[in-house]
């Protein structure tokens, strides 16, 4: 063996294995016009774990970074955003269904009240003077229920 050569990678002795490897075909795995060069991690606990393989080996697959790609990229995924105002609108109307559940009721409760003290033709006297305002009321309500309506046409997604 030749000590000159050792250092540039030829244990031969003759100087003429540079020649050798230009002339060399490259052998090996041809490489891929789309290479697969981005990697995602993800961390699961036992129990996902467990999950996970079940449904790999329902799927018949072999590989199993094909299999996670398909999961993610063909099943359609949901994505929910948050409005803030959108929140606010239905926590205020909610409240709002409460209040009027509630005036409802202690309507109910007067008349049925007012029969009992007065009787049946004095008391649906007395309820004409609340009448109208119960009638706007039920205006409003409706009003309200048809912007909810809109608002949900206009601004939720479906």
Do not use: W
Not at 17 to 32: H, I, Q
């Amino acid at each position: 063996m030749n000590i000159k050569n050792v250092g540039n990678g030829t244990f031969s002795g003759n100087g003429k294995s540079k020649e050798k490897d230009k002339n060399k075909s490259k052998k090996g795995r041809k490489p891929k016009a789309d290479k697969q060069e981005y990697r995602y991690m993800v961390r699961l606990n036992k129990a996902e774990n467990e999950r996970f393989l079940l449904l790999f080996r329902r799927s018949g697959m072999k590989n199993m970074s094909r299999f996670m790609a398909d999961c993610v990229l063909n099943n359609p995924v949901k994505i929910a955003t948050v409005d803030k105002s959108v929140l606010d609108y239905v926590i205020l109307l909610s409240g709002f269904f409460e209040q009027f559940r509630a005036i409802k009721t202690n309507y109910n409760q007067v008349f049925h009240a007012l029969i009992r003290n007065f009787g049946e033709q004095k008391a649906c006297s007395m309820m004409k003077i609340v009448e109208k305002s119960t009638l706007q009321f039920g205006l409003l309500k409706r009003e309200i229920e048809e912007i909810t309506t809109k608002f949900r046409e206009s601004c939720l997604p479906k």
